[in-house]
């Protein structure tokens, strides 16, 4: 009897597994498309202060990103590229491409809460995290995802929150590697592009400073459309900052 009891648990924690898996392949897919354009407003809230920016990004898939900084006017032209796990700055005040190093992904990008890891979308939740299925309520259900022991990640641990009827995310919570949390997604307004669903605001708040937060707003976006390939060279650095 035991021994049967066993293989009942085994069997049950690998269809928990298989069903954590397909959600966040849902999930992924809805983020991310084929791919994905977007024009975001950006705005940032430090200790009192804030400010606005206007953003452009193309992505394909999760190895190649390019974005853009439209406004305000002394950041324009400020691009960023991801290529093969690899990401670049252009800034054209000094005229200089900076490679930025791993090590560097969990900076704060441009004063916000948003890291470089963030917004180039380097980490792939599919690729480098295990999921863990921890609870249903409904549509929603609540899954970890702990990295894989060769995943080139910035995270310990990310629990998320998944609404299954449109498989967008409702918060996302992100853990350092010592298992404390750093910040947290909040996600609202689910729009329907296409055959995909993703949240047209987003809320970024640091755990531990409360008066700090970060308030995106996607504005434009569209899915499977043709993204010239010149945008994931090192030449768009400069070739498109103007």
């Known amino acids: 009897m035991s021994k049967f009891i066993t293989i009942l648990l085994l069997f049950s924690s ?22 994905i354009s977007i024009k975001l407003s950006m705005r940032v809230v430090s200790l009192g202060h ?11 898939g999760t190895k190649k990103s390019f974005t853009k900084i439209l406004f305000p006017p002394k950041d324009r032209g400020i691009t960023f590229l991801s290529l093969d796990n690899q990401m670049w700055q252009y800034v054209p005040k000094i005229e200089r491409i900076i490679k930025i ?12 809460d948003i890291t470089n890891d963030d917004m180039v979308k380097q980490s792939s939740i599919v690729e480098d995290y295990e999921p863990k299925l ?28 998944i609404d299954t009827a449109t498989y967008t995310s409702v918060k996302d919570i992100f853990y350092d590697e010592d298992g404390e949390e750093v910040r947290y997604f909040i996600y609202k307004n689910v729009k329907k592009f296409g055959k995909y669903y993703i949240p ?23 899915y499977d459309t043709k993204i010239s390939q010149q945008y994931f060279k090192k030449s768009a650095l400069k070739r498109f900052s103007r």
Do not use: C
Not at 14 to 30: G, T
Not at 101 to 112: I, R, T, V
Not at 214 to 222: A, F, S, Y
């Open 50 to 60: 804030e400010r606005t920016m206007k953003i452009e990004s193309y992505s394909q």
């Open 14 to 35: 690998l269809l928990f597994s298989n069903e954590a898996q397909e959600i966040i392949k849902k999930l992924d897919a809805n983020m991310r498309g084929q791919n």
């Open 101 to 112: 190093p791993p090590s560097m992904m969990l900076q704060n990008w441009m004063g916000s």
């Open 200 to 222: 047209t605001y987003w809320r970024v708040q640091s755990s531990d400073k409360h008066q700090n937060f970060t308030e995106i707003l996607l504005e434009e976006v569209k």
């Open 134 to 161: 921890l609870e249903k309520n409904g549509d929603i259900v609540t899954i970890e995802l702990i990295p894989k022991e060769d995943a080139a990640v910035v995270w310990g641990k990310i629990i998320i929150n």
